[in-house]
């Protein structure tokens, strides 16, 4: 019999559950796939105006403008960027829930800007 304050004793096979090293990683802690596109912004339109990634993935796009200076905007992913004219703009994130996610050009000093539309498809991994 053992008495005293914190006194642990385990022998047995609880010893060996212990000692068992953990189990393997499930698919979905695999390390996340870099994703890479870009996109232009030319004539009011972005081409390409569909981008197909899956749950998780790393993703970064590259807008570039081809003429005019536009914007970016993907709402549910809280992003929001301008792209200078004839410039380019880097964006890095995460698609960390699955869905079809509208992208447009939030610019407002001429019209065409809201015919700027695509859209992000986040794959249910």
Not at 61 to 90: C, H, K, M, N, W
């Amino acid at each position: 019999m053992l008495i005293g304050a914190g006194a642990c004793l385990l022998a047995g096979p609880a010893v060996a559950r212990l000692r068992a090293h953990p189990a393997p990683a499930a698919a979905q802690d695999q390390a996340p796939n870099r994703r890479e596109f870009t996109i232009r912004a030319t004539e009011y339109r972005f081409s390409p105006d569909r981008i197909e990634v899956t749950q998780d993935d790393l993703v970064k796009l590259t807008i570039q403008s081809g003429d005019v200076a536009y914007s970016f905007t993907i709402d549910e992913y809280r992003l929001a960027r301008r792209v200078p004219a004839g410039g380019s703009t880097t964006i890095e994130f995460r698609a960390d829930r699955p869905g079809t996610f509208p992208y447009y050009s939030n610019m407002t000093n001429d019209g065409r800007h809201a015919s700027m539309r695509g859209e992000l498809v986040v794959r249910a991994r």
